[in-house]
């Protein structure tokens, strides 16, 4: 049985970073199940047995790209250290990079117009907005009007994403509004929210987050 366990989750690896590899190359809509089947030569019914739609196998390549930048990016600065706004700052900075890739940019705004709902995680803007807040503010957002403010974080993270296809836009710049917007809506104002900021986007400057062909990616001191 521990055998089968394994081949099981040899398949899934493989569909998983062939997934990348495709996506990168003609984006989230043109890449087919029988594209990824004949890439890594498996039969194609084994794609909807470990990832139930194309749009939950490539969340998970999202996903995946997200949650390594940050956690790597917070291992290379020992975030622990830090007091809990400087570090969700840092991390909000480095997600937005991410899209300074246009093969990100694309492939995430072709998968979020497919199917946005998959963006809208209200318990991690309630954690993010928690950490802003670094005990600072008397904050309950375990109530309705919590569930409010958590998801209009929700649905300016997406607006800015889509932004994020235009040519002239600032990766910081955008991070920036959307920790004013974060800070804001915790009644935390301009100010702190600017010097915030800058602080983290200081500790930010100190590492590189580049996205590669295929959408590998490296997270390094510069």
Excluded: W
Excluded at 42 to 50: C, E, Q, V
Excluded at 114 to 125: A, C, I, K, P
Excluded at 211 to 222: A, D, E, M, T, W
């Amino acid at each position: 049985m521990a055998g089968t366990y394994s081949v099981g989750d040899k398949t899934k690896a493989e569909i998983l970073n062939g997934s990348r590899k495709l996506f990168y190359k003609n984006g989230y809509t043109e890449t087919t199940y029988n594209d990824i089947s004949e890439y890594i030569n498996i039969n194609r019914a084994l794609i909807p047995y470990h990832f139930k739609s194309k749009q939950a196998l490539a969340f998970s390549v999202y996903s995946e790209i997200v949650d390594t930048a940050i956690s790597k990016a917070d291992e290379l600065l020992d975030t622990n250290s830090l007091s809990g706004d400087l570090t969700a700052a840092f991390n909000i900075i480095i997600f937005f990079r991410l899209f300074s890739n246009k093969h990100f940019t694309n492939f995430t705004c072709e998968l979020m117009a497919d199917n946005s709902d998959l963006f809208d995680d209200e318990n991690r803007e309630k954690e993010l907005l928690y950490m802003l807040s670094d005990s600072t503010s008397d904050i309950s957002l375990d109530t309705s009007d919590g569930k409010i403010i958590c998801g209009s974080m929700c649905a300016i993270r997406r607006k800015l994403i889509s932004i994020m296809k235009l040519e002239n836009y600032n990766t910081d710049e955008l991070a920036k509004i959307y920790i004013k917007y974060g800070l804001n809506s915790i009644n935390i104002f301009d100010n702190t929210a600017t010097e915030l900021f800058d602080s983290s986007k200081q500790l930010a400057d100190l590492i590189s987050v580049d996205i590669r062909k295929g959408f590998q990616l490296s997270v390094s001191y510069r």
